[in-house]
């Protein structure tokens, strides 16, 4: 069984308000926190926010535009991104938290006219 698993993404336009959801199997779900990250070919995977009981934070390329939330009862993260850019192009996937011990498989974004 996947331990996470990432839904949503696609070839968007930008300015585009695509939503990225994540849901989590057992023990592959952390109520404490979790996160999404990005990465795009030839660099390292990046954080992009984390969620947890009680805050959600944002690397500061997408605060603003980007809204985290959670429903716990179905073990799932969701990440809403709207406004979306060029830059914002990428693999994202979800893990367990900061220092991950679980991660999804990922979810292609692209962005494109």
């Known amino acids: 069984q996947v331990p996470l698993m990432e839904y949503g993404g696609g070839s968007v336009q930008p300015g585009g308000s695509p939503t990225l959801s994540c849901v989590g199997s057992g023990s592959a779900f952390s109520v404490s926190a979790m996160a999404w990250y990005r990465q795009v070919p030839g660099r390292q995977r990046d954080w992009i926010e984390i969620i947890t009981d009680r805050n959600v934070f944002y690397t500061e390329a997408v605060m603003g535009r980007f809204t985290g939330y959670r429903y716990d009862a179905r073990n799932m993260i969701f990440l809403q991104m709207d406004h979306l850019k060029s830059k914002n192009r990428g693999v994202y996937f979800c893990?367990?938290?900061?220092?991950?011990?679980?991660w999804g498989q990922g979810t292609q974004v692209a962005v494109s006219s």
């Open positions: 893990a367990t938290g900061s220092t991950p011990e679980y």
